[in-house]
């Protein structure tokens, strides 16, 4: 006669219900994946927003352009660019200045203006009378 053992290992699992928690609702919607409808929603918001910033981009090339075909027909009228930083003439020069604007100020002594940056204020361009 034969012996029949009977298996030995872990007792079967119990299953216990559990309380729904908010946590297990906030990971299911996480792991949800999006409808085609939800990509495609999303995507044509990144599309419109690149389109808005290409487009200040492009406005703002153009406003760069204007101001440096002025900057170039003002050399040839005398005028030197300025860059921001110490003056680049002798203090009781007479100058006139052209402010980042679009004003014109002067002739006055150089000493008289501020030849650092100071946002619309910034000198651009000069001209020794």
């Given amino acids: 006669m034969v012996e029949i053992k009977k298996k030995r290992g872990r007792p079967a ?10 946590r297990d609702w906030v990971e299911l919607l ?3 994946e999006p409808s085609f409808d939800e990509k495609l929603g999303k995507l044509t918001v990144r599309i419109t927003k690149l389109e808005r910033i290409l487009e200040d981009a492009v ?24 860059t921001a930083g110490e003056c680049p003439v002798h203090d009781d020069t007479s100058v006139e200045v052209l402010l980042r604007s679009g004003e014109k100020n002067g002739p006055h002594l150089a000493c008289n203006f501020l030849w650092r940056e100071c946002g619309t204020g910034t000198i651009v361009a000069y001209k020794v009378l």
Avoid: C, F, P, Y
Avoid at 62 to 80: A, D, F, V
């Fill in 13 to 22: 699992k119990v299953t216990v219900e559990k309380k729904t928690d908010t």
């Fill in 30 to 32: 996480r792991t949800k």
């Fill in 59 to 82: 406005n703002a090339g153009r406003e760069l352009h204007k101001k440096m075909e002025s900057l170039s027909k003002i050399r040839t009228l005398g005028w030197q660019a300025h």
